[in-house]
């Protein structure tokens, strides 16, 4: 386990921008998945974007594709969901997380199974009205 801590969350009105960021703390040895989630009130966490830090195919959830980003700094250990023309159904705490075990890319396919994370930050609302 790693400690994730999220930051960059708010309220927007639709059409506007927010970035959201996740710092990875402590130690961590090789490549592994990162991946953002959400939680809207009543649903189930849905997986919004990952990466394998060693590079390879990102993944995006169909309902944020061509507004949502995820990048990653591996120097830093800073994650990152760069999230344009938000939407009200975007309304939903955001998670970051970790998967330490993940072998590669193909592994967020066809998309990040929040069972397979084992480290999780504590979330980031993220409002659009």
């Known amino acids: 386990h790693v400690q994730l801590v999220e930051s960059g969350g708010g309220s927007v009105q639709a059409g506007g921008s927010l970035t959201l960021s996740c710092a990875v703390l402590?130690?961590?040895?090789?490549?592994?998945?990162m991946a953002w989630f959400r939680q809207a009130p009543g649903k189930e966490r849905e997986a919004v974007a990952g990466?394998?830090?060693?590079?390879?195919?990102?993944y995006y959830a169909d309902s944020v594709k061509g507004r949502f980003a995820i990048s990653r700094d591996n120097a830093l250990k800073l994650l990152y969901l760069q999230m344009n023309n938000l939407q009200r159904e975007d309304t939903a705490m955001y998670y970051c997380a970790a998967d330490l075990a993940c072998l590669g890319p193909r592994t967020l396919l066809p998309g990040p199974r929040a069972t397979n994370f084992d480290s999780w930050g504590q979330g980031t609302q993220v409002t659009v009205s």
């Open positions: 402590g130690v961590v040895y090789g490549d592994y998945c």
């Open positions: 990466l394998y830090t060693g590079g390879g195919s990102i």
